[in-house]
Each structure stands twice: as C-alpha cells, then as structure tokens.
C-alpha cells in the first residue's frame, strides 16, 4: 500500500464532543423555497456533515427501541469516515439521519452548513438533490436506460440543461473508468460497473456529502478493493465529506477515520495514520 497524504489539513472526523455553540451567523437565503422559513446555517468552520448529540428511536410495542442514542459525528470536506459495527447496531440509521431521510429525536444534523432541524420535507428534498449523494447497496439502475442516461436523469431533476447533463454524465462516467460504456444498458454491465454507474449517479449534482452504505457486499475482493480506490479519489478529488458503512474490515486502514456502532452508540473514533 501507497502511504498517502491526506489534502485536509485537519482530517479527523471525530465524534464532536458535546453541543456545538449557536455561532453568531448573519441570516441565510432560504436555499430553495419561498414558502418555508430559511435554513439556519452553521458556522463556517463546522464540519461539511455535523451530527450533534442525535437520539434516534423507533417504535417497538409499547415502548421505543433506541437506535441512535446521543450520535455525534463531524465528517470534513475530502475525507472518509468508515462506520463499522455488529448488525442492528445503527449504522443504517445513521446513514438515514445522515440523508435527511429519518428525523431524529433529539440532536443536530448539519449538511453543507444548513441546520436540517426545522426545515419541511420540499426544503428536504431539495438539500438532498443539492448537497447529497447516496450510494445504496443495490445499485438500483434503470434497466431501460443507457449509463449516460443513469447520470443524466439526476442532472434533469436538478433543472440542468440537457447539454450541460450529458457532459456531466460523460466527464463522471470517465471519472469512474467507463467512458467507453456510457451507451451500455445495466444488463451488459459487471456488477462493479454497476456499482460504480450508482457511484457516479450520486456525484452527479456535486453533493457536499457523500452517504455509502455497503458497496462492496455484492463484489468479489478485486472489485470491492477496486470500487473503496475509487470512492477514496473520488472523495479527495471532488471533496465531498464520505461516510462508508461497511462490514469488510479489509481496507479499514486507508480511511481517513473509522468509527464503531454498538448498541446505538457510536464508540471511539480514531484517525486512521497513513
Ligand atoms: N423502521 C424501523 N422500525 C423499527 N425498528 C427499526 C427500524 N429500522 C431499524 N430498526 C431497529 O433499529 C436498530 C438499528 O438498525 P439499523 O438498521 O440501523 O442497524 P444496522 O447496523 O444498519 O444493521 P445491519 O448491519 O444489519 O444493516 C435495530 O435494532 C433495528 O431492528
């Protein structure tokens, strides 16, 4: 292995300690909607993801389970953060929180400088289309669509034009090593192609935070290893703040920060020393 200089001078992603202080901001322009408040920003120099002391429970016969029992996590622009932990531990609830897809109880989530607390679902959505790409385990394709066309129909919901969406698809589909595959179905794709067309999908709209769960599950070792390099440059190039969930402890040692799920609770995380 390559020993590797991380561009970040500050690169640990490290659970935040406690509350963060409301930093004195002057009031954002709402992102995208008129008819909700505007969001309210973090600080600048808040992590690009900041989940601040996040409790996540869920229904569970008369009581609640606790998924996510006072999560903090901040993750910087250009790093990855690989999430680990026994299964039913919370590592998908947290993705899902992460993603503005679940509300937690109590707690923060922070994207790209926007406190997600309080905004409705169209503000949702939008942050999600804008600042977010989620990778799923199953790539999930359109069968009748070309590569190229995977990418641009995520360019086409963000109102790009279709010109400027084709270029897009086609500088990011030569990103992930298939330029010469853009007018391929996914039925004539490997399943590390396929999995690296849901990488590239999920670039698509320049998210600020990348959420990955398990990419690597239904790869053999060579096309897992290859598909991790390739979240690994993609991340530094394009500086999207990652967190890989993941069970394959194989390649844990080239993340930027590794942090455990148990019971809920996140445990320890540790810069990774490259
Ligand atoms: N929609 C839900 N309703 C009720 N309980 C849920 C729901 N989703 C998850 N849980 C519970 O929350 C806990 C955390 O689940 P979660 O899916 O986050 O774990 P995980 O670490 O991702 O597991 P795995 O590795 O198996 O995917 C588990 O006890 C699970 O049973």
């Given at each position: 292995m390559t020993p590797r200089t991380n561009p970040n001078p500050n690169p640990n992603p490290i659970p935040t300690p406690g509350p963060i202080p409301d930093p004195a901001r002057p009031e954002a322009p709402a992102k995208a909607s008129n008819h909700e408040p505007a969001p309210e920003r973090a600080g600048a120099t808040d992590p690009a993801l900041l989940l601040d002391d996040v409790t996540l429970t869920y229904p569970d016969g008369e009581g609640r389970l606790t998924a996510l029992d006072a999560v903090s996590l901040g993750v910087d622009a250009g790093t990855v953060t690989a999430c680990v932990g026994p299964s039913g531990s919370g590592k998908s609830s947290l993705l899902a929180v992460a993603a503005t897809l679940v509300t937690p109880d109590a707690g923060r989530v922070v994207v790209a400088g926007t406190d997600t607390a309080g905004l409705g679902p169209a503000q949702k959505a939008r942050l999600r289309r804008d600042s977010i790409g989620i990778v799923f385990q199953q790539?999930?394709?359109?069968?009748?669509?070309?590569?190229?066309?995977?990418?641009?129909?995520?360019?086409?919901?963000?109102?790009?034009?279709?010109?400027?969406?084709?270029?897009?698809?086609?500088?990011?589909?030569?990103?992930?090593?298939?330029?010469?595959?853009?007018?391929?179905?996914?039925?004539?794709?490997?399943?590390?192609?396929?999995?690296?067309?849901?990488?590239?999908?999920?670039?698509?709209?320049?998210?600020?935070?990348?959420?990955?769960?398990?990419?690597?599950?239904?790869?053999?070792?060579?096309?897992?290893?290859?598909?991790?390099?390739?979240?690994?440059?993609?991340?530094?190039?394009?500086?999207?703040?990652?967190?890989?969930?993941?069970?394959?402890?194989?390649?844990?040692?080239?993340?930027?920060?590794?942090?455990?799920?148990?019971?809920?609770?996140?445990?320890?995380?540790?810069?990774?020393?490259?």
């Open positions: 790539p999930n394709l359109l069968p009748a669509l070309t590569a190229a066309e995977q990418l641009q129909v995520m360019a086409h919901l963000a109102g790009r034009k279709p010109r400027e969406a084709r270029e897009r698809a086609l500088e990011l589909l030569a990103a992930v090593g298939l330029a010469d595959q853009a007018g391929r179905r996914p039925h004539q794709l490997s399943g590390g192609q396929r999995q690296r067309i849901n990488i590239a999908r999920a670039l698509m709209n320049e998210p600020v935070v990348l959420l990955v769960d398990e990419p690597t599950s239904a790869l053999d070792h060579e096309r897992g290893a290859a598909v991790l390099d390739l979240l690994l440059t993609l991340t530094r190039e394009r500086g999207t703040a990652t967190v890989l969930v993941t069970h394959d402890r194989a390649h844990l040692e080239r993340m930027d920060a590794v942090v455990t799920m148990a019971d809920g609770r996140l445990s320890a995380a540790h810069a990774v020393v490259s």
